[in-house]
């Protein structure tokens, strides 16, 4: 088999699949955090909290 003929395998395919999987549920989760959570989860400590403010701001989402 050739290097061309190797990368195209399923189990490749289905391996990038469940990365590119992965990589969109993490940023989702991450966008929800910063974008919508508005401090229900990030009451751990005014650190996180403040973080998770100033995101908010930097992408242009209203939070006051």
Do not use: I, N, W
Not at 9 to 19: D, E, G, Q, Y
């Amino acid at each position: 088999m050739s290097k061309a003929q190797t990368l195209t395998t399923p189990a490749v395919s289905a391996k990038l699949l469940a990365t590119a999987a992965g990589f969109t549920g993490m940023m989702l989760l991450l966008a929800y955090l910063v974008a919508f959570d508005q401090g229900a989860l990030s009451q751990t400590g005014m650190y996180l909290h403040e973080l998770m403010h100033d995101g908010r701001h930097l992408l242009g989402v209203p939070c006051h």
